[in-house]
T-cell receptor, first 113, second 115 residues
Framework: KQEVTQIPAALSVPEGENLVLNCSFT??????LQWFRQDPGKGLTSLLL?????REQTSGRLNASLDKSSGRSTLYIAASQPGDSATYLC????????????FGKGTMLLVSP | DTGVSQDPRHKITKRGQNVTFRCDPI?????LYWYRQTLGQGPEFLTY????????KSRLLSDRFSAERPKGSFSTLEIQRTEQGDSAMYLC?????????????FGSGTRLTVV
């Protein structure tokens, strides 16, 4: 059974800092990995999607890397802003005909001014 | 089409009552998913439709839960005889044909509170 773990569970940083969120998964036979952002009481917003054949994806101040063989992904946020405060969720899609995502519990990020 | 729509946004119900939620996916997406998220947890899979066919159901989906997608477009999720443990955010997502290579698009969710 695929398990996804996110570390740290919570992170508080001052504005302007660069930061890294970690995601690990137990079954490396993934089809892709997706990072989502969730604001309190809201739905999920997709940030970055990395296919299993890719090493990284970038969007603005966000960069996500994937090391499939070691079962790890990182989300790097450069020059953090208070508006980045949210919960960040990592999810993997298995390459086994399954179409369902397996999520981690998320990292709750607080960026203070 | 601006994304995945869910209705209602919030629902408060008394224990024992039935509730129904609706999800309208992105029009060209033939795959539709329901997930449940409790406080402090990541979303957990409930059920999956490809067009009108319900292809997969999680063991989390007890007999009190039923989902439909009658015409392969919108979907409904009904919970009968609600219990306090059903309180959660119910999330709907859709994806285009294929193996999900283009990723999922989630709706804003329906927050259910059972009192």
């Amino acid at each position: 059974k695929q398990e996804v773990t996110q570390i740290p569970a919570a992170l508080s940083v001052p504005e302007g800092e660069n930061l890294v969120l970690n995601c690990s998964f137990t079954d490396s036979a993934i089809y892709n990995l997706q990072w989502f952002r969730q604001d309190p009481g809201k739905g999920l917003t997709s940030l970055l999607l990395i296919q299993s054949s890719q090493r990284e994806q970038t969007s603005g101040r966000l960069n996500a890397s994937l090391d499939k063989s070691s079962g790890r992904s990182t989300l790097y946020i450069a020059a953090s802003q208070p508006g980045d405060s949210a919960t960040y969720l990592c999810a993997v899609l298995l390459n086994s005909g399954y179409s369902t995502l397996t999520f981690g519990k998320g990292t709750m990020l607080l960026v203070s001014p | 089409d601006t994304g995945v729509s869910q209705d209602p946004r919030h629902k408060i119900t008394k224990r024992g009552q039935n509730v129904t939620f609706r999800c309208d996916p992105i029009s060209e997406h033939n795959r539709l998913y329901w997930y449940r998220q409790t406080l402090g947890q990541g979303p957990e899979f409930l059920t999956y439709f490809q067009n009108e066919a319900q292809l997969e159901k999680s063991r989390l989906l007890s007999d009190r839960f039923s989902a439909e997608r009658p015409k392969g477009s919108f979907s409904t999720l009904e919970i009968q005889r609600t219990e306090q443990g059903d309180s959660a955010m119910y999330l709907c997502a859709s994806s285009p044909p294929g193996q999900g290579a283009d990723g999922y698009t989630f709706g804003s969710g329906t927050r259910l509170t059972v009192v």
